[in-house]
Structures are given as structure tokens and as C-alpha cells.
DNA sequence: ATTTCTGATCTTGCATACAATTAATATATG
DNA sequence: CATATATTAATTGTATGCAAGATCAGAAAT
């Protein structure tokens, strides 16, 4: 495989992973020098990864992790949301007994870390039951988007699976969610995978809401637009 | 502004008005060439375009323009189905007065070009309606998800509006759709929205399908999958 | 003390050169 | 004549060099 290849995914988990946080610059030269490559392949990792808008390439200014404003957190949110319940709806249309046991097994999982408390587990399996469902979704395409937006909001999510109520509460609703999909219920399945994210999108905004200046909550603005 | 940017942009409107074909090679000398520039912007605009999902880009082995088969162009549809109707459900839970004076601009435009018969013209105004109901959305990141589908999908969009008898009958299904907008009626905006949407694709693929193989058609590996 | 200019420095954008891989063509072989 | 193999040509991937714009520091001015 090609450099630029595996030094976007390189880059891209180090931002995953944390390592570059949101705002951080990803200067070309000390990557190139990190990685012991020239700068070009670093330029084309950090082109594409801007393409998905993972990352925020400036012309002439550099690229950075990406900093979106608390407002557009909450569109990403509410997006994934409806890309998630339009997996829900199509995967409780058209369920096989395959994906249904990709589900379950990735529900389970989740239920052991969570009775454990350890949340840097769920955090993993978290991910597991919910690409089980895009998969569910029998739509790779769409899949994919739910993929991609997943990635770019990880860094968001994690935070604030740390509360173990959270945790537990998270628990509950992946069962009603699973259950509706089981039942064949679309209307259900997509309604209850629509606040089961947005509700964290919900929870971050809350937190967002103590660092960032007063009159600029995602959730005011929210309901300002929604009139 | 940096030439790859133009570039990316010059590159991607060609693939769209046609110029480059499902299929087609995107060889970099010749591109080079042609905008009179070194290949290492033309390449940067190749590899970005890649990323969004607009073209192929193989390894070693050049880029292309993306060929779907069938199954994955009809995902292609139901998802843009499943965003417009997110479009349409947000639309008509926040409709505001600018918003709504655009769409109806835009549905007086398509009504001109549908009564002149002038099938380009309405592919225009047609995509001018759809982005107004995405803007309506009052989602920025929602709409920019869907504007790039948009994009992606108008190869295999545009031919088929050819025939005069479904300009009308997009033209009244758009009637509809605004219709459930301004009543504030969610579910029936959505489910507007989605048929309106889903049957480009299925039509589409009835099209493709006398030119695939047999036993490949895009509809039955769907009513196969649905179950 | 704060602001505005100016030059020095650093970083990005593009071109060119070369290396590595794939595709094409010719040649050999059954 | 078809198939396999070797050689050549074409194309992509990476490195390097240089020019142009952005950033920063310090001096001058308000």
C-alpha cells in the first residue's frame, strides 16, 4: 500500500485517539520528520483527511484538527442521528438472522463492560453494537456515511461516557433499541436511535455550554431555530 | 485561491456536466497538461476528489470516475431518500419565512421550465428547489451532507428527466412536498420527500437494468435483501 | 502602554527529478 | 496458433528545491 495511504490512517488515529486534540496544528514538516517521510505524501494524507472533513486544511495557513463550533457539534449530531435511526428503520425492515446475531453479541459485550464500570471498554463496544446496526441497515453505502460521521464525532462521544450512570442508562436504551429492531417496528427502531444519540449530543452541549461564553448554547440556538 | 482548489472544483464540474463518463481514466499528464499545471496539484485535486467518494482512486493504478454497479447506485438513492426526508422532517418542523419564500422561487422556476418542456432547464431549477429544502433544514452540516450526494448522484439523475411526462409528475410530487412542508406536517413531508426520491433511483434502475447482466437487477437484489 | 509598521523567519504551494510499479509489446516456446 | 515469458514503455509514488505568502519579533510612532 501506498505511504500517503497508511499515514492518513496513521494521522487520523492519532486525532482519534487523542493525541492531536481539537485546534492542534498538524504542521507538515515534524509529521514528515515523525513519520521519516518528505512532506509530499504527508501533504496528500492531509488533503484527503480534509476532504472528509476530519481535519481543517487552511490555504496557505496549515491544517488543523478540526474545532467546531458548539452550534455545528449540534448539527453533527443531530445529522448522525438521522443517519443512525434511517439504519434502525431499514435494519428492523429487513433484519437476517446473521446481523441479528452481530447485535446481540456486540449487546452483550457491552453489558459485561458496563457491570465491570469500565467505560474505556464500552467505549469500544459501544462502537461494535452500533456499526453492527449500520451494518443491519443491509446498505453499504449508507453504512458508510453512518461510519464516517461516527469517526469524526468519536472525540465527543468519549468524554462523557466516563459517568457510569451514563453508562448504564446507555445500556437500557441499546435493549429498547434492539428490541424494537427484532420486532420488525421501523417508526419505533428509528425513534428510539434518534434520542439515543442525540441525547449524548444533548449531554456534550451541556458541557460544552460551562467553557464556552454565555448566549452561545447549541441548545438555546437550537431551540431558537426550531422556533 | 491555491490551483488545487480550482483544480478540484474545475475537475468535478467536468465529471458533472459529462465531459468525463462513468469509467473514464483521469490520467494526470493529460490533466496536467490540459490546465496547463505540474502534476502535483493534479494530484492533490484527484486524491481530494477521491476522498469525498467522487471518483476512484486505485492504487498504482490511476483514477477513474466511479462506476457504481447497480446495487450501489441504488444505495446511492435510498440513502439520499433517507437524508432528503431528514431535510424534509427538520423543514417542516422549523420553517421559517426566508426559507419558505426560496422554495417557493425555486417551485415557480421548475413550473416555467416544466410548462416550456425545457428538461435542462429544470434539472437547474430542480436541484435549486432540492437545495432550498435542504437549507430549509436549518442544518448547515445536514444540508452540506446532502448538497454532496447531490452532486455525486446528478450523472445518473440528469438523463432521466428526459422524458417530458415525469417533469410534470416531479413537478406536482414537488407541489406535495411543500405542500407538507408548510403544514408543519413532519411525517408526511418526510415520506413525500423520500418517495420523490426513491423512484429517480428505481426508475434509474429499471434503465440500467436492459444494459447489466441478467439477474443483477438493482430491484430484486433490493426485494431480496428487504426479505 | 498600545498600536502599527518593517524585515526576518518559517510554512505552504508548486515544479521538477527520480524511483518503483504496472501495463504493453515483442519474443520465445509448446 | 495460442500461450507464456521477457523486455520495454508508460504511469504513478515520493523526494527535493524554490518561490510566494503567512507568522512573528522588534522598532518606531501615537
Redesign the interface.
Given at each position: 500500500?501506498?505511504q500517503?495511504?497508511r499515514l492518513k490512517q496513521a494521522i487520523e488515529d492519532a486525532v482519534i485517539a487523542g493525541e492531536f486534540q481539537p485546534g492542534d496544528r498538524l504542521d507538515e514538516a515534524s509529521l514528515a520528520e515523525r513519520f521519516g517521510v518528505s512532506r509530499t505524501p504527508i501533504?496528500?494524507a492531509l488533503?484527503?483527511?480534509?476532504?472528509?472533513g476530519f481535519i481543517d486544511v487552511r490555504?496557505?495557513r496549515g491544517a488543523i484538527v478540526s474545532v467546531p463550533s458548539p452550534t455545528?457539534l449540534f448539527?453533527?449530531f443531530?445529522?448522525m442521528a438521522?443517519?443512525e435511526s434511517?439504519c434502525g428503520?431499514?435494519a428492523a425492515?429487513?433484519l437476517?438472522p446473521d446481523n441479528d446475531a452481530a447485535m446481540e453479541a456486540a449487546h452483550r459485550a457491552c453489558e459485561a463492560a458496563a457491570r465491570n464500570g469500565d467505560s474505556e471498554q464500552y467505549y469500544a463496544d459501544n462502537r461494535n453494537f452500533h456499526e453492527a446496526i449500520y451494518r443491519a441497515s443491509?446498505?453499504?453505502?449508507?453504512a458508510d456515511?453512518a461510519f464516517a460521521l461516527h469517526k469524526r464525532l468519536s472525540a465527543y462521544r468519549r468524554i462523557q461516557l466516563r459517568a457510569r450512570n451514563r453508562l448504564l442508562q446507555s445500556l437500557q436504551e441499546h435493549a429498547g433499541i434492539l428490541e424494537a429492531i427484532r420486532a420488525g417496528d421501523e417508526q419505533l427502531a428509528a425513534t428510539r436511535l434518534h434520542d439515543h444519540v442525540l441525547v449524548q449530543g444533548e449531554r456534550f452541549s451541556d458541557m460544552v455550554l460551562g467553557l464556552s461564553p454565555p448566549g452561545q448554547s447549541p441548545a438555546e440556538s437550537r431551540r431558537e431555530?426550531?422556533?
Open positions: 500500500m501506498s500517503a495511504s501533504r496528500e488533503l484527503q483527511l480534509g476532504a472528509e490555504p496557505r455545528r448539527e453533527m443531530e445529522t438521522e443517519i434511517a428503520r431499514l425492515r429487513r437476517t443491509r446498505n453499504s453505502f449508507l456515511q431555530t426550531a422556533k
